[in-house]
């Protein structure tokens, strides 16, 4: 089965950069998608096909696609970014939707 | 756009569940629709996904042959039904809405329900 690959928690201080990378086989054939998730409440949309920001989405975060690695980066981080992010891709050989194991992002 | 699940509650081992997930504020059909769930304290799993036109349906490993996805378009719902459910398929289910109706390949999720509770256990 295809895995995403997630470190489990990043840790930065405020009003710097946090990078949380994903990583997983053929990611260069793949839209990767990334949601936020806070501590009881449902996840949310916060990057698509790899680079682009929903509507509401802050400018701080932005995303990149290496083909092996896919890295939501977040300028500029701020207490109110603290959530778990997990990324998301469709691997057409086993038509599966796949999220990583998430990451616990820590500002402080 | 707004998504409201129901039907989640306390089964026993081997019991059945029919999740239902409505949908408003968008056109339901033109759009795939997924179920996720998430364990306590573990992170998001991917249980199935159905088409807009419900001609294609897709499932994980651990729930094919158990569970089944469908959707009444006229009724702007779609549902999860699970049989033989297992200790290890507790969890808070959610359903969302897929952003295209019928290419998998640039899928993400913008809208997700609020979830619904699944607890199996004797």
């Known amino acids: 089965s295809y895995e995403l690959t997630q470190p489990p928690s990043v840790s930065v201080p405020p009003g710097r950069t946090a990078n949380i990378t994903c990583s997983g086989p053929r990611l260069w054939d793949k839209f990767v998608s990334w949601y936020q998730q806070k501590p009881g409440q449902s996840p949310i949309l916060v990057m698509f096909?790899?680079?682009h920001r929903p509507a509401g989405t802050p400018e701080r975060f932005s995303g990149s696609n290496s083909g092996k690695t896919a890295t939501l980066t977040i300028s500029g981080s701020q207490a109110m970014d603290e959530a778990d992010y997990y990324c998301q891709a469709w691997d057409s050989y086993t038509a599966h939707v796949v999220f990583g194991g998430g990451t616990k992002l820590t500002v402080l | 756009v707004q998504l409201l699940e129901s039907g989640g509650g306390l089964v026993q081992p081997g019991g059945s569940l029919r999740l239902s997930c409505t949908g408003s504020g968008f056109t339901f059909s033109n759009y795939a629709m997924i179920w996720v769930r998430q364990a306590p304290g573990k992170g998001l799993e991917w249980v199935s996904a159905?088409?807009?036109?419900?001609?294609?349906?897709y499932y994980t490993d651990s729930v094919k042959g158990r569970f089944t996805i469908s959707r009444d378009n006229s009724r702007n719902t779609v549902y999860l039904h699970m049989n033989g459910l297992r200790a290890e398929d507790t969890a808070i289910f959610y359903c969302?809405?897929?952003?295209?109706?019928?290419?998998?390949?640039?899928?993400?999720?913008?809208?997700w329900g609020q979830g619904t509770l699944v607890s199996v256990s004797s």
């Open positions: 096909q790899d680079t």
């Open positions: 969302a809405k897929d952003v295209n109706s019928d290419d998998f390949s640039s899928s993400c999720y913008d809208s």
């Open positions: 159905i088409s807009g036109s419900a001609s294609s349906t």
